[in-house]
Every structure is written in structure tokens, then in C-alpha cells.
């Protein structure tokens, strides 16, 4: 294992944003679907978070709590300044049908998630992710597939939400497809960052980054995920929820 195999798994990972935006694009799913789609893929993240990150981060003690607290705050003010730019609305679930949110948008585009703004939404998310995955093979040697399921799954229905609002704010298929295929470029070389940090610099051991990355993946599933799932999927997101947290942990007892 080296650093261009970690890229290749970072970029694999990401990979499902290109499924959902093809997704989105080919069958245009109802917001219902999206909601369910995306409760599962939280569920699969808050097990990655509970069997993958937290045991891992608390051997380092006292750091760990100091790491999820910064990871935290780190993508909460993050986050305000993404919004402020515009992409407040990355993974808001655009309704179908007339007199929706997606009429709102098509009338004044100005009110929808820019590009711009959605791109840098996405590294935000997806970048610690990327990290970890990286740090994982360099001190294990091997991929959690676990984690890598749980940060795929995740990632298609974020690539859904934002491809149905920049289709609604007047986006070309071209131009959406070229912003994911570019987002594939950070999480692989956010990967191979981690993957070169626990292998070539001594006393790095992974167990602060991953409680960074807890805090910060807590924060995001919070702030921006469960609410537009149980928001458009309904009371049944709880248990495709459940069934996704079950399923990433099934994956990361059987390793």
C-alpha cells in the first residue's frame, strides 16, 4: 500500500457523487425518495462514527474529547461561511411538483445553491472523510470496508439533492457533472495526505484526526442531513435510519 493506492480508494469513495448526480438526472427521483435515501445514508455515518472513529480516537485519551470538540466547531463555522456564500441549500431536497420549492428557484435562481458554493459545500463535508480513509491504510495497511461503504452510501444522496437544486437554478448537465467529476480530485488527495502523514511523520497516530472527524461528521449529520431526511422521507426515515446504521455495522463486526 502507498500513497497513489490510498488516492485511488479516496477517489473510489467519492465516486458515488457521479452516481447520484447521474441519478438525479436519468430518473429524477421524488423528494420522498431522496429523504429515504438520505436517512440511510446517515445511518450508515453515525455507525461509521460509533464503531470506526470514536473507539480508534479514545485511545488517545483527553485528546480525543479536545479533537471532537474542534472538529466540531470546525465545521459548524465552516459551514456558516459556505452558507453565506450561497450554499446553504447544498443538500436541501428540491421538491416536484408545481408550486414547490423548485418553481421558487426556476423563477429566481439567485435564491438556489450556486456551484461555487456547493462545491466548497461538498469538500467541506467530505474532505475529513477522505483523510481518515487515508490515515486508516497507512497505519492498518488494509481499507475498512465499513467505512468506505458508509462514506459512499452518504455521499449519493448529497450528489442527488445538490444535482436537482443546480438543475432547478438553470445549471447544464455538463457543467454538473464536470463540478463532481472535479470534487473526485480532493477527497483522493486528501487521502494520500493522510495516508503520507501516519507514514512518514513520527508520533502521528491517527487517534486526534479521527476524533476531529467524528466531531465534525456529528455536526454535519445534525445540521444538515437528518433534517431534510425526516423532513421529505417521513416517519419512516427512522427506520431506514436504523437499518443503515445496522447495515455499516454488520460490515465492521464481520471485519
Same mark, same amino acid.
Do not use: C
Given at each position: ?53 470514536? !473507539? ?26 459556505? %452558507? ?21 428557484? %426556476?423563477?429566481? !435562481? ?46 449519493? !444522496? ?69 433534517? %431534510?431526511?425526516? %423532513? ?24
Amino acid at each position: 500500500m502507498n500513497a497513489a493506492a490510498a488516492a485511488l480508494w479516496g477517489a473510489l469513495a467519492a465516486s458515488s457523487l457521479l452516481v447520484g448526480a447521474w441519478l438525479a438526472m436519468a430518473y429524477r427521483p421524488s423528494s420522498r425518495i431522496i429523504g429515504l435515501v438520505m436517512g440511510f445514508g446517515a445511518g450508515t455515518l453515525i455507525s461509521a462514527v460509533a464503531y470506526e472513529l470514536v !473507539p480508534e480516537a479514545a485511545k488517545g485519551g483527553a485528546w480525543a474529547g479536545l479533537g471532537l470538540g474542534i472538529g466540531a466547531l470546525t465545521f459548524f463555522f465552516g459551514d456558516r461561511i459556505v %452558507e453565506r456564500g450561497g450554499g446553504a441549500d447544498r443538500k436541501r431536497i428540491v421538491p416536484s411538483g408545481a408550486g414547490t420549492d423548485r418553481d421558487r428557484i %426556476e423563477a429566481n !435562481p439567485s435564491q438556489g445553491s450556486t456551484g461555487t458554493a456547493i462545491f466548497l459545500g461538498t469538500l467541506l463535508d467530505g474532505i475529513p472523510e477522505s483523510l481518515i480513509l487515508g490515515m486508516s491504510l497507512g497505519l492498518g495497511g488494509a481499507v475498512s470496508l465499513a467505512f468506505l461503504a458508509a462514506v459512499f452510501l452518504s455521499n449519493l !444522496p448529497e450528489a442527488m439533492a445538490a444535482t436537482a437544486s443546480m438543475q432547478a437554478a438553470g445549471s447544464s448537465r455538463g457543467r454538473i457533472l464536470g463540478m463532481w467529476l472535479w470534487l473526485l480530485v480532493a477527497p483522493a488527495v486528501a487521502a494520500a495526505l493522510g495516508y503520507v502523514l501516519v507514514s512518514h511523520l513520527s508520533g502521528v497516530d491517527g487517534a486526534f484526526a479521527q476524533a476531529f472527524a467524528a466531531g465534525a461528521m456529528i455536526t454535519m449529520l445534525a445540521d444538515t442531513m437528518m433534517p %431534510e431526511a425526516f %423532513e421529505h422521507g417521513g416517519a419512516v426515515v427512522g427506520l431506514v435510519t436504523a437499518l443503515g446504521f445496522a447495515l455499516a455495522a454488520a460490515l465492521s463486526a464481520a471485519e
